[in-house]
Structure formats: C-alpha cells, structure tokens
T-cell receptor, first 114, second 112 residues
Framework: DTAVSQTPKYLVTQMGNDKSIKCEQN?????MYWYKQDSKKFLKIMFS???????INETVPNRFSPKSPDKAHLNLHINSLELGDSAVYFC?????????????FGPGTRLTVL | QKEVEQDPGPLSVPEGAIVSLNCTYS??????FMWYRQYSRKGPELLMY????GNKEDGRFTAQVDKSSKYISLFIRDSQPSDSATYLC????????????FGPGTRLSVLP
C-alpha cells in the first residue's frame, strides 16, 4: 500500500509539449506539495495546497499549474516544456501545513525534456 | 552565498563508525531544522526535526543545532550499510511547510 504515489515514474518528451504528472495520497492528509529536485540535488518547493488554499513559490513559472480534483490528489500540469524543466519532481503530503508536520514523499517522476 | 550549504561528499566510512553530517546556513531567521534521508531514486523521508537550538536524540541518530554559529549537525552512531544514502538538511523560518529550504545533501556510503 503506497502512501504517496506518482505517475508516471519516467517521462521523456520534446520541448514545447504539455504534460501532466499525477499524485495521489491515501493517508487522509490535508496538505500536499510539489517539489523540484534539479541535477545538483537541490530540492525546492514549488507549491503547497491545503484545503483549497494554494500557495505558490514566486520563482515558479506560470507554465506550471497544480490541479486538485479532490483532497487525495494533486496533479501537476506543465505547459510549453523547456530544457530547464528536466528534473525529478516529487509530490509530498502531510497532515497539516506546519513545518513540524512530517511530509511523506512520493517516489518521484524523472522528467527529461529533449 | 547559498542559503543552506552542505558538503556534497561522497563520505565513505567503515561499518560501525560514528558519522557526522553538517549544514551551515546564512538566514538567522531559521527556527525549524529537519534532517531527511534519501535513498537512490527514492523520495526523501524525514529522520528528525528540532526547534531552535539544542540536541535531540532518536536511537542511533542525534541532531544538534547551534544557532549562534548557524550550524546544524546529524550524528549517526554505529553506522550500518543500510545508512548509505543522501542526507538532506532542511530548515524553515516559521511553522509553514511551504517555507522549507533544503540543502543539496551529503552522499554517505557505509562500507561493510
């Protein structure tokens, strides 16, 4: 029983395409996140989503948009993909949005833009 | 200067050694400090968190925070090959998960 799952695990696509990554958590958590981990392993938060409140990291281009059909899902849509979008994207969830609320991470989606 | 710095390693130690992993940071507003372990091609998992300065122990792991020096450490006693992973520090100025700042991680190899 995977707590936080992501699909696909690997995604290879051409520049300019639009793609989506799906995330589901079965922990009953109220808060979900999307992170980007670049080739130098820096993990940076992109979005957090809590009870329909979306908080966006101001450095994230508006080509990236999270969509939450329900509390258990937070999908990531990326428009007009660029080479620099190549990275591993992690979804995470936590019971609440406090820094001390343990975040549970998914296995990651490795995106390669050609 | 990056906000959070870590020696990327790799750090190789023999099984049973005491391991010391460290992060330095520049933002004196950080109050919450976390250590995550990330196995290859997996998501990070939280090991420990501390608030403000001081020590915290959990089994073989001890976290230390020295806010005056802007320096945090994770010690692993009796290291095991299963401890081989990348260790990420993370910190936040407030109690909001979306304000986390992560270090780049230190890759640790514990040799049997």
């Amino acid at each position: 029983d995977t707590a936080v799952s992501q699909t696909p695990k690997y995604l290879v696509t051409q520049m300019g395409n639009d793609k989506s990554i799906k995330c589901e958590q079965n922990l009953g958590h109220d808060t979900m996140y999307w992170y980007k981990q670049d080739s130098k392993k820096f993990l940076k938060i992109m979005f957090s989503y809590n009870n329909k409140e979306l908080i966006i990291n101001e450095t994230v281009p508006n080509r990236f948009s999270p969509k939450s059909p329900d509390k258990a899902h937070l999908n990531l849509h990326i428009n007009s993909l660029e080479l620099g979008d190549s990275a591993v994207y992690f979804c995470a969830s936590s019971h609440a949005q406090g820094a001390t609320d343990t975040q549970y991470f998914g296995p990651g989606t490795r995106l390669t833009v050609l | 200067q990056k906000e959070v710095e870590q020696d990327p390693g790799p750090l190789s130690v023999p099984e049973g050694a005491i391991v010391s992993l460290n992060c330095t940071y520049s933002n004196s507003a950080f109050q919450y400090f976390m250590w995550y372990r990330q196995y290859s091609r997996k998501g990070p998992e939280l090991l420990m968190y501390t608030y403000s300065s001081g020590n915290k122990e959990d089994g073989r792991f001890t976290a230390q925070v020295d806010k005056s020096s802007k320096y945090i450490s994770l010690f692993i006693r009796d290291s095991q090959p299963s401890d081989s992973a990348t260790y990420l520090c993370a910190m936040s100025p407030d109690n909001y998960g979306q304000n986390f700042v992560f270090g780049p991680g230190t890759r640790l190899s514990v040799l049997p």
